[in-house]
């Protein structure tokens, strides 16, 4: 990549880091924190504790996040923990303004506190993550995490710490709806985190063993326009060579596959499960960077 695209990919991943920043503020301070809901992670943390210590949601995030910052650094290095200062810095700046010059659009509704709370911290927390970078607390934690444990997805992990989060908040708060309000938003979180960065990415993968293998295939790539492979096998009760049908294809397209099978052969033996990534052409690619 040339030096200029290198610059225009940085200040691209920039103004998204910002925007990402304050669609998080927008719903951290207009929407959560005015309805005393802790979404987890550092934020909820600086929400309970403005209620102890009234200097500002967005002061507690940055005070919280500098030894955090500092774990960063070290693992992940200084090229790394820059972005993620910035977006930190950012988060903690239009939270606080926002909470203090936009107090005529706050929400006082806790059902609408909770989901579009929730959704705008998650949408903005899913764009930083798609820049490289984390919006500071718990996200580094995750970050960390990610790497030993791949195999969980991020809005999982999210959902695990958060719940001592939101634990803490009872206790302090002591008001048992808080509790469940909060882990109803950490699970909307969740899956709009996931939604984010994994996009609609789960499939389903079919095996289908039939005596109309080559009718059965050659409608698949004519009708649904999808890949096929043949993995051959043997039967072991009678001994004959079969050649398996194998297919990834989206979930909109999985009823019509089905159709086509059960109008081909309707004593075809078809397995069908679920496919949570996939790589490859038409999907994304295994060379892409996992968040």
Same mark, same amino acid.
């Given at each position: 990549?040339?030096?200029a695209?290198?610059?225009?990919?940085?200040g691209?991943?920039?103004?998204?880091?910002?925007?990402?920043?304050?669609?998080? @503020?927008?719903?951290t301070?207009?929407?959560?924190?005015?309805?005393? *809901?802790?979404p987890?992670?550092?934020?909820g943390a600086?929400?309970?504790?403005?209620?102890?210590?009234?200097?500002?949601?967005?002061i507690?995030?940055? !005070?919280?996040?500098?030894?955090?910052?500092?774990?960063?650094?070290y693992k992940?290095?200084?090229r790394?923990t820059? =972005?993620?200062v910035?977006?930190?810095?950012?988060n903690?700046?239009?939270?606080?303004?926002?909470a &203090?010059?936009?107090?005529?659009?706050?929400?006082?509704?806790v059902?609408?506190?909770?989901i579009f709370?929730?959704?705008f911290v998650a949408v903005?927390?899913?764009?930083?993550?798609?820049?490289?970078a984390t919006?500071?607390?718990t996200?580094?934690?995750i &970050?960390i995490?990610?790497?030993?444990?791949?195999h969980?997805?991020t809005?999982?992990l999210?959902?695990?710490? $958060? !719940?001592?989060?939101? @634990?803490?908040?009872?206790?302090?708060?002591?008001?048992?709806? !808080?509790?469940?309000?909060?882990?109803?938003?950490?699970?909307i979180? =969740?899956?709009?985190? $996931?939604?984010v960065?994994?996009?609609r990415?789960?499939?389903?993968l079919?095996? *289908?063993?039939? $005596?109309?293998t080559?009718?059965i295939?050659a409608r698949?790539? #004519?009708?649904? $326009?999808?890949g !096929?492979t043949?993995v051959f096998?043997?039967g @072991?009760y009678?001994?004959?060579?079969k &050649?398996?049908?194998?297919c990834?294809i989206?979930k909109r397209?999985?009823?019509? @596959?089905?159709?086509?099978?059960? #109008?081909?052969?309707?004593e075809a033996f078809?397995? *069908?499960?679920?496919?949570s990534?996939?790589?490859? #052409?038409?999907y &994304? =690619?295994?060379?892409?960077?996992? *968040?």
């Open positions: 990549m040339k030096y695209e290198k610059i225009t990919k940085k691209t991943d920039y103004l998204l880091i910002t925007f990402g920043a304050f669609l998080y @503020a927008i719903g301070s207009l929407l959560n924190d005015p309805n005393n *809901i802790a987890g992670g550092l934020t600086a929400i309970v504790l403005n209620r102890i210590v009234p200097i500002g949601t967005g507690w995030f940055m !005070v919280m996040n500098i030894p955090i910052l500092f774990l960063a650094i992940f290095g200084i790394f820059i =972005s993620t910035y977006a930190t810095v950012a903690s700046i239009f939270t606080d303004l926002l &203090k010059y936009c107090t005529g659009y706050i929400v006082k509704d059902i609408l506190g909770v709370g929730s959704a903005g927390i899913g764009i930083t993550f798609k820049c490289h919006t500071g607390g996200d580094v934690i &970050k995490l990610r790497l030993k444990y791949p969980i997805k809005g999982v999210f959902m695990m710490i $958060d !719940v001592f989060v939101i @634990a803490f908040a009872g206790l302090v708060l002591k008001d048992i709806k !808080v509790v469940l309000y909060s882990f109803l938003g950490v699970m979180t =969740s899956y709009v985190i $996931d939604f960065l994994y996009g990415d789960e499939a389903k079919i095996y *289908i063993i039939t $005596d109309n080559d009718k295939t698949l790539l #004519e009708e649904l $326009d999808v !096929v043949h096998g043997k @072991a009678s001994g004959e060579d &050649k398996v049908i194998l990834a989206s397209l999985s009823p019509l @596959a089905e159709d086509i099978v059960r #109008e081909e052969d309707p078809m397995i *069908i499960t679920r496919a990534e996939i790589f490859g #052409e038409g &994304k =690619s295994y060379f892409d960077e996992r *968040i």
